[in-house]
């Protein structure tokens, strides 16, 4: 069980990335803006300007993805289910949730996961 001082710590912690990505989503979508009202380019120009944007496209939908894990994480706080892992209910360890305090797989369940199973 986390003691309530360090799940203040990991909605601090949550809170601030949240606010992050935010601004970094805002700063995306100008980008994106910026790129698509420029001048017809040169060819060579032209082929830049699709892979930045594409580049700045795969950026903004890793940090939504990252943005609802933190969504659901602040949620757990509230819930009272902060910390347990979605598949097996035990404990998250807390180094892991230091590292990454959105994750919601203790280590067992996230490397049998990626195994496939």
Known sequence: MI????????????????????SQL????????????????????????????????ALDQRERRELAEIV???EKIDLG?????????KNIGLARLRALPMVSTCIDCQKRVEEGR
């Open 3 to 22: 003691d309530s001082r360090t799940l203040e710590e990991f909605r601090e912690q949550l809170g601030e990335r949240r606010r992050r990505i935010l």
């Open 26 to 57: 805002g700063n995306y979508a100008e980008a994106l803006a910026s790129l698509e009202q420029s001048r017809p380019p040169e060819l060579s120009e032209e082929a830049q300007e699709v892979a930045a944007a594409n580049s700045l496209k």
């Open 72 to 74: 659901k994480a602040l």
């Open 81 to 89: 289910t902060y910390g347990a892992c979605e598949r097996c209910e």
